[in-house]
């Protein structure tokens, strides 16, 4: 659970990115690409091509953070680019507000979790 304090920023971005950068590599891009500052407290959010999952980068004063979320099914709706800027509604902002404490994604999202197989082989 991320505890965000109601002056936080939230910066999203308005491009997908290469999910398989750590948070090093997505700290480089919130500089380079995006002209903002990994170090200062806001908290900046990556999305997948897939909108299924999202990335979460941030600094909490001892170190950098990443959290990552990837939905059971559906995805996330992000709403249109103008100007270069996303502007996020209340109807946008919840999910996204429920990712960080935890309560889940989507109002529905109250499924069994997706079983992966277990090897059930023995050790010889």
Request: one cysteine or more; hydrophobic letters at 40%.
């Amino acid at each position: 659970m991320l505890g965000i304090g109601p002056g936080t920023r939230v910066m999203v971005a308005t491009r997908p990115v290469d999910f398989r950068k750590g948070p090093d590599a997505l700290a480089a891009l919130v500089g380079t690409e995006y002209g903002g500052d990994p170090y200062s407290g806001v908290i900046y959010v990556f999305w997948a091509k897939r909108s299924d999952r999202i990335k979460l980068v941030w600094w909490d004063g001892t170190g950098l953070c990443l959290m990552a979320k990837r939905l059971e099914s559906g995805g996330f709706k992000w709403p249109g680019i103008q100007d270069g800027v996303m502007r996020l509604t209340a109807e946008h902002s919840a999910p996204c507000s429920r990712v960080w404490t935890g309560a889940g994604c989507m109002a529905d999202a109250a499924r069994s979790p997706r079983r992966l197989p277990v090897d059930g082989g023995s050790a010889s």
